[in-house]
């Protein structure tokens, strides 16, 4: 088979590649958002479903609510900030130059619990569990040569991914007696995603002025909204110990928009099933000391991604592409906590995060085994308000890629800094 042919028959099995794993990227890009506080970030969200500084819990366990005796309101800022490398690119066998891209995404919470008596609580609000952004330059996927650029094709593999998902959660919790609490509510997920994927071929390699002129092959803007719910319970073995247990039911979006494209335009919706994650946490302050040490082991459900359908017209819902026997994911934290003072709180933290992705990977957004380290603190003023900062470094690993049927071949990295603020309240 010619050179000039083989682009032109792979062209459309990329675009639909990338339309199919990026879809996938709309549900979580094999990355979970850990922002939900910038109170948690400062200790790698060690201990998160029990410790209850602030009002961000609920997000976390609901039955923590009756932890607080008052009224708490908390609102804040994480701000993600990611440096993705693909080196050794090669397209079709050939070298081409390497890609380094980064974005700063804001990602803002807000929650407040009522306190209605000793017994129960009611609580709402607004976070993100899932997101991703990852834009290719335009020239990904050529080189120089003395007649001019040529073209690789490899562009179609790149373009512009662009995931968000808000959480919107309503909740309440129970006290049973002084040792177990219950909590439960509903989550309703909103979420969107653009996609754009264009690509310019060199049909005879060896006369780069041959080309093609630029293809688009997938412009996609969609969004949709799923119900899920959320269950947890909390146990108190004394005031310095206690353990958390929480259960959050993902919902399949079905997202709707504007789908065009020689690959995109086939389809009317996608279906996005969202994965369940079930998380394990626990607190222990030390006695007559002001230290405390928490622990967390969550479990993701990220083999809900055997497979991805969209509507077809005339055919009805369809198998895009080809199965993607996707790993269920774990995250392991370990964090400390130590009470300087009634105005100043230090932490810190470690986390260990599992890939999503096991025999399928792409450049798009890519995916390893993470590690985290994490410090913050809090500062307590005005009796009732309270102020905590959260950093942390989080690093990737080199994963050898084969994207769009072995057209492309690399080796990418991700690593991020996460920085935040959270101001809490309680009256």
């Known amino acids: 088979m010619t050179t000039s042919r083989l682009y032109k028959k792979t062209l459309l099995a990329v675009a639909v590649s990338s339309l199919t794993f990026a879809s996938q990227q709309a549900a979580a890009a094999g990355f979970q958002l850990n922002a939900q506080s910038a109170t948690g970030l400062g200790r790698a969200f060690a201990g998160d479903a029990v410790i209850a500084d602030n009002a961000s819990v609920m997000a976390r366990n609901a039955a923590a609510m009756t932890l607080f005796d008052s009224h708490q309101f908390s609102g804040g800022l994480n701000v993600i900030s990611t440096d993705i490398k693909v080196t050794d690119v090669k397209a079709g066998g050939i070298p081409i130059d390497d890609a380094s891209n980064g974005s700063n995404s804001p990602v803002p919470n807000i929650y407040y619990i009522h306190r209605i008596n000793d017994k129960f609580a009611v609580g709402a609000g607004i976070y993100s569990n899932f997101g991703t952004k990852n834009k290719f330059d335009d020239s990904f996927g050529s080189f120089n040569s003395p007649g001019g650029p040529i073209h690789t094709g490899a562009s179609a593999l790149g373009g512009n991914t662009e995931i968000q998902s808000i959480n919107y959660t309503l909740n309440v919790a129970y ?253």
Do not use: C
Not at 250 to 263: H, L, M, N, R, W
Not at 338 to 349: E, F, I, M, P, V
């Open 175 to 427: 006290r049973i007696n002084e040792q177990w609490s219950v909590g439960g509510g509903l989550d309703i997920v909103q979420g969107s995603g653009k996609l754009e994927r264009t690509a310019t071929v060199t049909l005879d390699p060896t006369d780069p002025a041959n080309t093609t002129g630029s293809t688009n092959l997938v412009d996609i803007d969609a969004s949709g909204v799923g119900f899920g719910f959320n269950l947890g319970t909390v146990f108190e073995l004394n005031d310095n110990n206690r353990f958390g247990l929480a259960y959050h039911k993902q919902p399949e979006i079905e997202a709707t928009g504007d789908f065009s494209g020689v690959a995109g335009s086939q389809y009317q919706n996608l279906y996005l099933p969202l994965p369940d994650m079930v998380e394990f946490s626990g607190f222990h302050k030390i006695q007559d000391s002001k230290f405390a040490v928490h622990y967390s082991v969550q479990w993701i459900g990220w083999s809900v991604f055997d497979k991805l359908e969209g509507d077809v017209p005339g055919a009805g819902r369809q198998i895009i592409g080809s199965p993607y026997e996707w790993k269920d994911g774990w995250h392991y934290a370990l964090g400390g906590t130590y009470y300087l003072n009634d105005s100043w709180t230090l932490r810190a933290g470690y986390m260990y995060d599992t890939a999503a992705q096991d025999q399928i990977t792409s450049i798009s957004v890519p995916d390893s085994d993470r590690q985290w380290l994490s410090a913050g603190f809090g500062y307590n003023f005005k009796k009732h308000h309270n102020v905590d900062f959260g950093f942390t470094y989080l690093m990737g690993k080199d994963v050898s890629v084969v994207d769009g049927g072995g057209i492309l071949t690399a080796t990418t990295r991700a690593d991020a800094i996460l920085a935040g603020i959270q101001y809490s309240y309680s009256f």
